[in-house]
């Protein structure tokens, strides 16, 4: 199997790159040096050479606060959402699965019970917007795909935010 992981120097690409290494699975990992996302002529060319079977898509703008500013809510929209339609679509021409990983910020957190699958999104912030924009993307540009909303990553590697 074919695996390409995004954002694969990020928190959550380093866990998955870890984690797989521990089960002796190949993969190839790129990070913005490697694969700009958010060029899509590149993007395609990469899939197109690579043929990915399965892509986890870890690259992200996740400065939630900073995603509220003028740069940075430009730079939110072309990653998280632009970037994201790039992979959708180029996974889409190999046949590749997209596991899109977004976030519970596309909720505006007003709900008193847990957030469903089938839950409205209604985002408060530029960062939820935008992600949520991205599944949008996702689910227009690919075929077969998984997204996955998490409230929070932790790990061993990178600013989880837990002393």
């Given at each position: ?24 699975t ?64 180029a ?8 596991v ?25 912030n ?38």
């Amino acid at each position: 199997m074919r695996i390409l992981i995004t954002g694969a120097n990020g928190q959550l690409g380093t866990e998955l790159r870890h984690l797989l290494d521990a089960r002796e699975t190949d993969y190839r990992a790129t990070d913005s040096g490697e694969l700009d996302i958010t060029d899509k002529a590149a993007v395609t060319a990469y899939f197109k050479d690579f043929q990915p079977q399965v892509v986890y898509h870890c690259a992200a703008y996740t400065a939630v606060d900073a995603a509220e500013e003028a740069p940075g809510k430009a730079i939110n929209q072309v990653v998280n959402v632009d970037g994201t339609a790039n992979i959708a679509a180029a996974a889409n021409e190999v046949g590749a699965i997209v596991v899109y990983i977004s976030t519970d910020y596309v909720f505006d957190g007003d709900q008193d019970a847990e957030y469903t699958v089938d839950a409205q999104p209604a985002p408060r912030n530029e960062y939820g917007r935008a992600k949520y924009e991205g599944e949008q993307a996702v689910q227009r540009l690919a075929d077969k795909y998984y997204i996955i909303r998490t409230s929070w990553v932790y790990g061993e590697y990178g600013d989880d935010g837990i002393p």
